[in-house]
């Protein structure tokens, strides 16, 4: 038996007034997702506990059984992870963006225009190269690589670093790059906070005399740095429960989750964690690595949560139902009765309103051999209130289906 | 006011196949529970948390509101409470088989042919009179009794043992006889170890040469040791409640349980731990001890969780229905409208399929004078999924209770 976990990124939300006061996914047409709730057991999710908004990070580590509160360790480790990045136990990583400021340092675009992939990958060799020399001076290993446009990562490695450092990254135009200072008292916060005080200094330097940036419109002309973290110190699925599992997943903060948690990553061309991504072909390489005998495959499905950032109500609703026509085809592959778990969930609730990730709880519905089929026959976020799983919490869930595979340990006699 | 608080070992199953994917609630007939539920109120209890398999000792711990993960100590301990023995501080016990082994030490039989109670008890007196010598030799109290057909316990009493060993029994047939090791690096674990090691070739050493043995089909000639346990310290439901408790359970191990809470032992003629066992004798029992001015009976029914070991469908569901026409005769003799908490539940979900303890929840039903009666009208796992306790922890089941006693202190002003 093995279990594929199909989870929509921000696809919960509260009800919005141009639906009629409605969900995207109570007016959405839904008859796969409907289906799963009336072939299976429902009921309401709080990744983290009731009313608390979860950053991804933290909601995809919860469904993956890992309490927050006990493994979160800051953004950047999974940013790095994620980013094919090994990270030792003293390393400290960052999310990065190419941004554009002005002369005063205020950040004018986060996202330089939204630079391409190729653009940043070269102005990204010349950083790495500024890096290394900059790193042996400062006695510290730098390292810093772009992932796909604006976005990289930044790696310190070495003894005496902390993560209790604080963002280079002032979260909205406008507004002037920061400092990065210690957020405790220790010398490792201090010295970290130089060290990406110089790194941040020297990568504008570079920046600015690169002739790259004097072609381009919109130049990427500083680095912005947020989310320190460290690696996680949490034992992979396989060690807890004895399984083999796999990620599907478009987004580098998600893979590195899916990495701590020691699941493979599956690569799927036509994968791009945007509204023009192939989901068919994601869930065509799911079903086959269930074939191979993975006993759990994480698919993670991102553009229903930049619709809610975008505030682009119709696009939710039909990327839904996009996202409703491909699970159907793969239900037809699928052996609910004997062979396959397949649980549908979202990883918070994202709001066609404010943009926002927000506290409210998510539904979920299971399907499969053995589960206690409940009455609900709608999958969204009132109907699935009314389930036989009631009301449970992200860190329950992988109790819940290793239970269903014969995984979990007894405790007592 | 007082509480009945019946509890039907392993009675909560998952869809079963042969029922056509409905569990054995969902087929048995089962009027009486199923008015316990329209009378009262319903919910799903998790014995300990969702998806965690519960052993037998855990779960009834957590019925009777002890938290398994502050409390739980070893099962060993409650088997020699529930055999009657006490437990110092110090003492560590051990449930005990009489097995039958080979001449390399390989198990044939687990059970030695389930041994009557009579032949082990006299075998059993072999083996005390050996332990006194070998105890007096190595300087530690030994106390060895059997029980119950093949079954028994071992207790060491003196200073410096541990309960981190491990087991000599090596939980099926067909496998060698283990050694106790040390689970720890303290010198009380390594001294414990060589003690059960010395003690089990003694006994080894005695039952080859018994007498009985040679006239035995399947002679009882060795003891396997399981679960080393202490005294777990906690108060009891007196203390805690200043409540009069008292406990009807045929096995050994949930005795041990409700005398950890401080529950008196009722004995009961005629109640076996099994099929054959006298329903209405024990509830008749329970509504004298009520009568007799006991807050608390807590009720424990067996036989349903053998009959899914066993993967017995129809013998559960039968038993099922024997429970509930006893219940039902109970329930005439019961005054819910202003006397007595009738609450019904089980304490975990053995599976019909596998034959193990599942980490499913558990339905339950309370009707008694001031419940908030809800809609459900149906004792089994989907139905009271619908009812007004929502989803519950095992442990919050007693301040629950109390509460309706009016016996929970109030926390703050």
Chains 1, 2 share one sequence.
Request: charge should be negative.
């Amino acid at each position: 038996m093995n279990v594929l976990f199909v989870v929509c990124d921000g696809m919960a939300d509260r009800p919005v007034r141009e639906l009629g006061r409605r969900t995207p996914l109570q007016v959405a047409k839904t008859p796969s997702m409907d289906r799963v709730a009336e072939l299976g057991i429902t009921g309401l999710v709080d990744p983290v506990a009731p009313g608390v908004p979860p950053g991804s990070d933290v909601a995809n580590m919860a469904l993956l059984g890992y309490d927050p509160y006990e493994h979160y360790s800051g953004r950047g480790a999974f940013e790095a992870l994620g980013a094919g990045l090994d990270l030792g136990p003293g390393d400290v990583a960052f999310r990065c963006n190419f941004a554009t400021v002005d002369k005063r340092g205020v950040v004018l675009d986060r996202r330089a225009g939204r630079i391409s992939t190729e653009h940043a990958h070269v102005l990204a060799e010349a950083l790495q190269e500024a890096a290394e020399d900059l790193g042996a001076e400062l006695g510290v290993e730098v390292v810093f690589v772009s992932t796909v446009q604006h976005r990289g990562v930044l790696v310190l490695r070495g003894e005496g670093l902390s993560r209790a450092v604080s963002d280079t990254d002032p979260g909205e135009a406008g507004r002037p790059l920061r400092r990065c200072e210690p957020l405790d008292s220790t010398p490792q916060a201090r010295r970290t906070a130089e060290l990406v005080n110089a790194i941040s200094e020297r990568f504008r330097e570079v920046l600015a005399r690169h002739p790259l940036n004097a072609r381009l419109e919109v130049p990427a002309n500083a680095i912005l740095l947020r989310g320190a973290g460290t690696l996680p110190r949490a034992k992979t699925l396989k060690e807890l429960y004895g399984i083999r599992g796999a990620c599907i997943s478009a987004v580098a903060l998600i893979k590195g989750v899916a990495r701590m948690a020691g699941l493979e990553l599956l690569d799927v061309p036509g994968a791009t964690g945007s509204y023009d991504t192939d989901l068919d072909a994601k869930f065509s390489h799911a079903l086959r690595a269930l074939e191979g005998g993975a006993d759990l495959v994480f698919l993670h499905i991102k553009a229903t949560d930049i619709a809610s950032h975008d505030h682009a109500v119709e696009r939710k609703v039909s990327f839904i139902e996009r996202i409703d026509e491909a699970l159907g085809k793969a239900m037809e592959l699928l052996d609910l009765e004997d062979e396959t778990y397949l649980l549908i969930t979202a990883d918070h609730t994202t709001s066609l309103r404010t943009g926002k990730h927000e506290g409210d709880p998510v539904p979920l519905a299971l399907a499969g051999p053995e589960v206690r089929r409940d009455w609900v026959r709608a999958f969204d976020e009132v109907s699935c209130a009314q389930g036989g799983l009631c009301r449970l919490r992200g860190i329950d869930i992988m109790p819940v289906l290793m239970n269903l595979l014969g995984k979990m340990g007894k405790l007592g006699a």
